[in-house]
């Protein structure tokens, strides 16, 4: 299976500020099958990207994908407070799912 | 409105056996991909099993293969995942969710608990 590696992530960021987060995958991944999701403690994941940089449904425009191959980047452009929460990314393979490790944004 | 409900989760022994279910609402369950996903206590999401909506094919994590099974009840618009053998690792909020593989999950239910423990 294809093992999807995220950066740490900064230690912390102020609102208004811009994110970037990495999703390195262990081998090419088809920009089709790469997504985006953000978590909220106690919460279901909700989908914020697919095919590396397609919105999903109701996502706001600072929310942005990019990449192809084994790097992959999600990136915020202006950080608002409800955006603090745990990011992965995922991959489909021919015959299964894996999830990165996730990616913890946190407010200064 | 797209809802997904998951029941079935409790506490069980290592060893027993545990089926959940996911009552779906909103969208014909039959003609979409279904996947399961679990969280461990203060972990990160893990992919357990998947069902196609065209042919009803199959597939599962490495982690279960051989001890979980995923289905549907059309005539209920129900999702299951029977679980046998079960082991203290696999203690994890379980989610039923919408994936019409290849387009990110889309719709997920709130999870159900499933503790392994004597």
């Known amino acids: 299976d294809i093992v999807l590696t995220q950066s740490p992530g900064p230690p912390s960021l102020s609102p208004g500020e811009r994110a970037t987060l990495s999703c390195r995958a262990s081998?090419?991944?088809?920009?089709?099958?790469l997504a985006w999701y953000q978590q909220k403690p106690g919460r279901a994941p909700r989908l914020l990207m697919y095919?590396?940089?397609t919105r999903a449904t109701g996502i706001p425009d600072r929310f942005s994908g990019s990449g192809s191959g084994t790097d992959f980047t999600l990136t915020i452009s202006r950080l608002e407070p409800e955006d603090f929460a745990v990011y992965y990314c995922?991959?489909?393979?021919?015959?299964?799912?894996?999830f990165g490790q996730g990616t913890r944004l946190e407010i200064k | 409105e797209v809802r997904l409900s998951e029941s079935g989760g409790g506490l069980v022994q290592p060893g027993g056996s545990l089926r959940l279910s996911c009552a779906a609402s909103?969208?014909?369950?039959?003609?979409?991909?279904m996947s399961w996903v679990r969280q461990a206590p203060g972990k990160g999401l893990e992919w357990v099993s998947h069902?196609?909506?065209?042919?009803?094919?199959?597939h599962y994590a490495e982690s279960v293969k051989g001890r979980f099974t995923i289905s549907r009840d059309n005539s209920k618009n129900t999702l299951y995942l029977q679980m046998s053998s079960l082991r203290a690792d696999d203690t994890a909020v379980y989610y039923c969710?919408?994936?019409?593989w290849g387009y990110g999950i889309d719709y997920w239910g709130q999870g159900t608990l499933v503790t392994v423990s004597s």
């Open positions: 995922q991959q489909y393979g021919s015959s299964s799912i894996t």
């Open positions: 081998q090419s991944v088809s920009s089709s099958y």
């Open positions: 095919g590396a940089s």
């Open positions: 909103g969208f014909i369950l039959s003609t979409y991909g």
């Open positions: 069902i196609s909506g065209s042919d009803g094919r199959t």
């Open positions: 969710a919408k994936d019409p």
